[in-house]
């Protein structure tokens, strides 16, 4: 019996220090491999395969990237924008634009009056990517006081090369808080917002090279028409980069426009799409090397925010304006953006809709559309650029189960 006993508890000490080994071969090969774990369900015969994504840091992203936009080009480029409640989608913006695009700094405006990107901006000074982003807080102006044209001034004005102050033409404390140079600086600066995407298009694959080609021998400003880019039948939030969840646009570009500026021919700005520069530069298009924006005259626009010629060949600005319907609603409705709540229904707590909108001889704009035509060159260009993306291809694991059939995307409104 007393044998029998030291047996028996000999192969109860073996079976703990095996089962002890395979669970830290199991903990180690999810620690360090991230190689698939297999998990079963005791109430069903079949099992499911994790397969953990893997973890890059930002240096090995940057070294990965496999076509970046080549140019010769020595001018550089910023962008200046203001946002407010976009942190679910700031990283994917900032990586389109200064990894894919390659633009060299970014302006952001944060208008929250928290100042909400604070702890971000501090904890990113040593980045590989984002130290290239700085922020402002400018969260002490209402809608009535302009932010974005006040915004826009204050960065070329702050950050642009070779400003003269004397060409701009009302009173700034911009000239205050400038710590560069005059000489030193951004040649060119871009003012567009958060859900807008500055996208080349045709034979260019370089922001730089627009530039050089349509804006560099002549100075002045260059206009880019935006294309609306619907909500696909979305209902709600997912957590998915917005150029995959959203892929169907509008047939036509829109008419509005928005704009990139020459710092040094800077005067000011006509509203938060338009700009005035200095004589004898104009404001040009992409409809032709060196083609005049009819609307930057007085007695063609009272705006200068329009372009009804609609250029589409070089430059194209996506503008993923509605999300899905319920981050609209909230937009509109709650949270409110630059423009106020213009397009909200009130008793509703609903974006209004079309016939709302007409009603009240408000823009169509405002009105939620799902988009008539797949397009996903913007979303290819970013995982062609930058790799980490590419694991939102895989439907299973990164889905999006937020969408109604999409019947017939032609006519689609709500």
């Known amino acids: 019996m007393a044998s029998s006993s030291r047996s028996g508890g000999g192969q109860t000490i073996f079976l703990v220090l095996a089962c002890a080994l395979f669970l830290c071969n199991v903990l180690f090969s999810i620690n360090n491999n991230c190689s698939s774990v297999s998990?079963?369900?005791?109430?069903?015969?079949?099992?499911?395969t994790f397969h953990p994504p893997t973890i890059q840091t930002s240096t090995a992203i940057i070294n990965q990237t496999t076509t970046l936009p080549k140019h010769n080009q020595t001018f550089t480029i910023g962008i200046c924008t203001i946002i407010k409640d976009m942190d679910a989608y700031l990283n994917e913006w900032l990586d389109y634009h200064l990894l894919a695009m390659d633009i060299e700094l970014i302006y952001l405006y944060d208008h929250s009056s928290e100042f909400h990107l604070k702890n971000w901006y501090e904890n990113t000074r040593t980045h590989p990517v984002y130290k290239r982003v700085h922020v402002i807080h400018w969260g002490d102006l209402v809608i009535s006081q302009g932010p974005q044209a006040k915004a826009f001034t204050d960065c070329i004005l702050r950050f642009g090369k070779n400003v003269h102050y004397n060409n701009y033409q009302s009173p700034t404390p911009s000239a205050d808080k400038r710590t560069l140079n005059i000489t030193e600086g951004l040649d060119y600066l871009a003012h567009i917002d958060g859900d807008e995407f500055l996208v080349p298009k045709g034979?260019?694959?370089?922001?730089?090279?627009v530039i050089?080609?349509?804006?560099?021998?002549?100075?002045?400003?260059?206009?880019m028409n935006w294309m609306l880019f619907g909500s696909a039948n979305k209902s709600m939030y997912s957590p998915i980069p917005v150029m995959k969840r959203f892929q169907y646009r509008d047939e036509v570009p829109f008419g509005?426009?928005?704009?990139?500026?020459?710092?040094?021919?800077?005067i000011g700005v006509r509203n938060a799409h338009s700009v005035?520069?200095?004589?004898?530069?104009?404001?040009r298009t992409t409809k032709h090397k060196g083609a005049i924006h009819k609307a930057q005259f007085l007695n063609v626009s009272k705006t200068g925010a329009s372009d009804g010629e609609l250029p589409s060949s070089a430059l194209l600005l996506h503008h993923y304006r509605y999300m899905s319907d319920k981050e609209y609603d909230d937009k509109n409705c709650n949270r409110g953006h630059m423009a106020g709540k213009k397009a909200c229904n009130g008793r509703t707590g609903k974006t209004l809709t079309l016939e709302e909108l007409s009603e009240k001889g408000k823009p169509f704009h405002f009105a939620t559309i799902t988009g008539k035509v797949f397009d996903d060159s913007a979303w290819r260009l970013l995982c062609d650029r930058v790799p980490k993306y590419r694991?939102?291809?895989?439907?299973?694991?990164?889905?999006?189960?937020?969408?109604?059939?999409?019947v017939d995307v032609n006519t689609s409104r709500r």
């Open 39 to 48: 998990i079963s369900n005791s109430n069903e015969s079949e099992s499911m």
């Open 203 to 209: 034979d260019y694959n370089s922001i730089h090279d």
């Open 212 to 223: 050089g080609d349509y804006l560099h021998p002549y100075g002045g400003a260059l206009t």
């Open 256 to 266: 509005v426009i928005k704009t990139i500026v020459k710092a040094s021919d800077f």
């Open 276 to 283: 005035r520069v200095k004589a004898p530069a104009l404001i």
């Open 391 to 406: 694991i939102y291809n895989d439907e299973l694991d990164w889905g999006d189960y937020h969408s109604a059939p999409i």
